[in-house]
């Protein structure tokens, strides 16, 4: 079993920057993909970024250029630096994982962008 945990969710003005943590824990054994998804009511959630294992990553164009996913293998941990943050980046965050074939997801945390 995989428990995801994010932090470092908040409130920042536009413009501003936040860094994202997710911490895997439990009996894992070399993750594989990880990354992030938001979401806001009413809406899907869509996909902001991910990473592999060997550290490839993808963005999606809204935040390509803006944000910056890494992770530490050693940890378990993936990370996402959101910097010139937009009102529309207001969401809840979330990470996941991909571990044996199975996807994993944390709880979500908020991020408001507003002055």
């Known amino acids: 079993q995989v428990q995801l945990v994010e932090s470092g969710g908040g409130l920042v003005q536009p413009g501003g920057s936040l860094r994202l943590s997710c911490a895997a824990s439990g009996s894992i054994f070399s993750i594989g993909t990880m990354g992030w998804n938001r979401q806001t009511p009413g809406k899907l959630r869509e996909f902001v970024a991910s990473?592999?294992?060997?550290?490839?990553?993808n963005y999606s164009g809204s935040v390509k250029g803006r944000f910056t996913i890494s992770r530490d293998n050693a940890r378990n941990s993936v990370y996402l630096q959101m910097n010139s943050l937009k009102p529309e980046d207001t969401a809840v965050y979330y990470c996941?994982?991909?571990?044996?074939?199975?996807?994993?997801w944390g709880q979500g945390t908020q991020v408001t962008v507003s002055s």
């Open positions: 990473i592999t294992s060997g550290g490839s990553t």
């Open positions: 996941y994982a991909y571990y044996r074939g199975n996807i994993h």
